[in-house]
């Protein structure tokens, strides 16, 4: 086995440009750990943030990003089960305390942490159900949407375009897809939303009362200046829930005139949500659906592991749908 591997870091914050490419040493394999051959890499907008050092904690550099990973095991710890070689897994560094590393071409987990996947999902898909699959997942546990007219923000997005399906799955009455251009409010309304509408558009709180009135419940994974714009289709009575850490723009006169119409705003922040007993069974849960296709994937945006600075300035520029991956 080769001493060193390729990963991706940045030594100095800045713009997509501070990422390259690097050598370092190849990860120990401890007992009761195994090595993954890393397939895919998710790429998520946190990290671009971190990136620039506007994600609390700063972290410690140089630093090599990537919270969530899949590929084949390709190595093992003394005392683990040899049936674990050539498994397809999924490792969500990020439920295990490790919010780094996965722009690698290796990461080694303990066995007990990796999840096996389903024959028919792929790497780059399985990517796509951990932040943003358990995202949408909790979002819907912890703020249920039946029998509610739901409003979902940024629809078209990793995150937003399966809270559509779940919400839906868990019986919403309406789901109102709001999405950045015209193509990406048809791809929400293909995977199964009620009504899509273009918030660039001028004038957009008041075109969604038209199509279906105001709502009951909005999912806000934006934040900034949009949270007060969603306010204007949230009914009396209603609920905000705001998921979107370090992005919480509201000022004091607008929560009042929330409060005035007896709206309620819920925060939500995934870790704390996450148990080490329920992880494996909600990520094998999402898992089984995407794999038997009752819960529909956007096509991922593929990126060379070597790229990764077009890919941070993708997502930046608001250009990509559906799940970024890098690929090795």
Known sequence: MPKTMKAVQFDRFGGPEVLRQ??????????????????????????????????????SLPMVPGVEVAGEVDGLGAGVDASWIGARVAVPLFALGRPTGGYAEYVVAEAGSVIRLPDGLGFEE?????????????????NPPAGKKVLVSAAAGGVGSLLVQLALAAGAQRVIAL?????????????????GVDHTQPGWPARLRESGGSVDLIYDTVGGTFTADALDALAEGGELVFAALNRFA?????????????????GFALLPLLEAKALAADLGHLFERAAMGSLKLLPVERFMMENAAAAHAAIEARRTRGKVVLVS
């Open 22 to 59: 690097v050598t370092v040493p190849m990860p120990p394999l401890p007992a009761g750990t195994l090595r993954v051959r890393v397939r895919a890499a998710g790429v998520n907008f946190f990290e671009t943030l971190i990136r620039q050092d506007r994600y609390p904690p700063s972290p």
């Open 126 to 142: 399985a990517t796509a159900l951990m932040v943003q699959g358990l995202t949408a997942w909790h979002l819907v546990q912890q």
């Open 179 to 195: 999405a950045g251009s015209p193509e990406k409010v048809e791809a929400a309304i293909a995977i199964g939303a009620d009504v």
């Open 250 to 266: 509201m000022t004091p006169a607008q929560l009042e005139a929330m409060f005035q119409r007896n709206q309620l705003l819920r």
